[in-house]
């Protein structure tokens, strides 16, 4: 009967694996095998260009996600504490892309202190809901990349977009304070400097922990396509240690050899951070594209849908 079924699948266009001899189940495909499958779904869903567009899309949500941002932080903290914060990230961001962000951060913050609690639910429910659409063009990109259509409706769309930009906020919070904390405890108390120095390194390895369980909670709630939160954990990794390697690549690239400035002028910056967004969604997307494969591979093969249009 299984055999059947993973024939039907396959006369269908949904599996192309054989057929093992000793459990009539697909047999597992072999790393080189796997890895050739994910070039070619990346080329055939066309990832650069879905990149692209999420990019965009998250470009024009930056800055109301910051009034949003600031404005909960500066319940719990001064948001001051953001700039020298940002500031500690120069190795996976662009000094342009940083300039731009802090730039946009003076002005939130300068608007903001002095009446951080009045109106703020007024102001969050209006600047959320803006910083939304970069969001939602991800969820349209991961439906891309799992093959799937959307069949949510509009207003169960528009709620987990939300709810996942608000959380992305949150754990945004929750990583500045704890690497803000870090440095200000041990300045504090009589830390040996052996001590002290892999305590302040231990902070990255947090970061790229809060990273891939941010990118677990995305792979799990954001596409059109009921998971296990354990089948969404290999391509968490993955796009964490694609994301970080080529945010510090791209770092050091725009640094030493790239001359936007020279090219664009004014807008050298916007470029750069334009990229480096690209850049981030395409890890996102590629972590999705694995997750499709490795359920593929361990024999857990959904059945195919029409691919996702843009939402609108």
Request: aromatic residues 8%.
């Amino acid at each position: 009967m299984a055999v059947a079924a993973l024939n039907g699948l396959r006369e269908r266009g949904e599996t192309n694996r054989p057929l093992s001899e000793e459990t009539g189940l697909p047999a597992r495909p072999s790393i080189w095998s796997m890895l050739w499958r994910l070039v070619d779904r990346i080329s055939r869903d066309n990832l650069s260009l879905v990149a692209a567009g999420v990019a965009f899309y998250a470009m024009l949500a930056i800055f109301p996600a910051l009034g949003v941002f600031v404005s909960l932080f500066g319940l719990v903290a001064d948001p001051k504490t953001v700039e020298a914060q940002i500031l500690t990230l120069s190795a996976f961001l662009p000094s342009e892309a940083i300039q731009i962000l802090l730039g946009a951060l003076h002005g939130v913050v300068e608007k903001n202190t002095s009446r951080l609690n009045t109106g703020l639910v007024i102001g969050l429910a209006i600047a959320l809901f803006s910083a939304r659409t970069g969001m939602s063009s991800l969820m349209t990109g991961l439906n891309i990349a799992y093959d799937r259509q959307e069949a949510r409706g509009i207003l169960h769309q528009q709620v987990v977009a939300l709810a996942l930009t608000l959380g992305g906020m949150v754990f945004g919070i929750v990583s500045i304070l704890a690497i803000a904390a870090v440095p200000a405890v041990l300045a504090v108390l009589p830390v040996p400097d052996d001590i002290r120095t892999p305590l302040l390194l231990i902070r990255w390895p947090f970061l790229a922990a809060i990273t891939m369980l941010g990118f677990t909670i995305i792979y799990y709630a954001a596409p059109c396509h009921r998971v296990r939160w354990t089948s969404t954990i290999i391509g968490s990794v993955m796009a964490t240690v694609l994301w970080l390697i080529g945010s510090v690549l791209f770092s050091a690239y725009v640094t030493r050899i790239a001359t936007y400035d020279a090219t664009y002028g004014s807008l050298g910056a916007v470029v750069v951070l334009l990229l480096w967004l690209w850049l981030t969604a395409l890890a996102l997307l590629i972590g999705a594209e694995i997750n499709t494969l490795h359920h593929d591979r361990d024999g857990d093969v959904p059945p195919t849908k029409p691919l996702a249009s843009p939402q609108r």
